[in-house]
C-alpha cells in the first residue's frame, strides 16, 4: 500500500509562486509513475504535471514554462514529489492533487488526460490565487 500526503497549499496573489510537496511512503517500489492533477468545484479534474521514473516529463498546455515538477527519493520506502509554481494566475485557484501508479509504458500525455487511471490519491492541498 502508498500512501500520499500533500502539503504547501495556501492563499498567493496573481504572479506570485508556490511550491506544494507530496510525501510517498509504504511500498513506493510500487509506483515509478507521479503526478499532479488539480479541480475546480464543479468541473472534472484535470492533469497539470507528470514525471515517470526515468526522469521524463509532461505538462498541461496552461502551466507550460510556469511549473515544474520534480521528484526526490528519499530511501526505498519514501519519496518526495514536489510542484513549483511561478507566474500564477486566478484560473489556477482549484485542489491541487498528489496521483501515483505502478510502471507503465504509455505515454505521459494520456495520463493528463485520463486521472482515473492513477492507482493512488492523496488527499489534497488547495491553492487560492486572488488577482
Known amino acids: 500500500q502508498v500512501h500520499l500526503a500533500e502539503s504547501g497549499g495556501g492563499s498567493v496573489q496573481s504572479g506570485g509562486s508556490l511550491r506544494l510537496s507530496c510525501v510517498a511512503s509504504?511500498?513506493?517500489?510500487?509506483?515509478?509513475?507521479m503526478a499532479w492533477f488539480r479541480q475546480d468545484p464543479g468541473k472534472e479534474r484535470e492533469g497539470v504535471a507528470v514525471?515517470?521514473?526515468?526522469?521524463?516529463?509532461?505538462?498541461?498546455d496552461s502551466v507550460k514554462g510556469r511549473f515544474t515538477i520534480s521528484r526526490h527519493i528519499a530511501s526505498a520506502r519514501q519519496r518526495t514529489l514536489s510542484l513549483q509554481m511561478n507566474r500564477v494566475q486566478p484560473e489556477d485557484t482549484a485542489m491541487y492533487y498528489c496521483?501515483?501508479?505502478?510502471?507503465?509504458?504509455?505515454?505521459?500525455?494520456?495520463?493528463?488526460?485520463?486521472?482515473?487511471?492513477?492507482?493512488?490519491w492523496g488527499q489534497g492541498t488547495l491553492v487560492t490565487v486572488s488577482s
Open positions: 509504504g511500498d513506493t517500489y510500487d509506483i515509478t509513475l
Open positions: 514525471i515517470r521514473g526515468d526522469g521524463s516529463t509532461e505538462y498541461a
Open positions: 496521483a501515483a501508479r505502478p510502471p507503465w509504458t504509455g505515454p505521459l500525455s494520456q495520463w493528463l488526460l485520463r486521472p482515473a487511471e492513477s492507482s493512488y
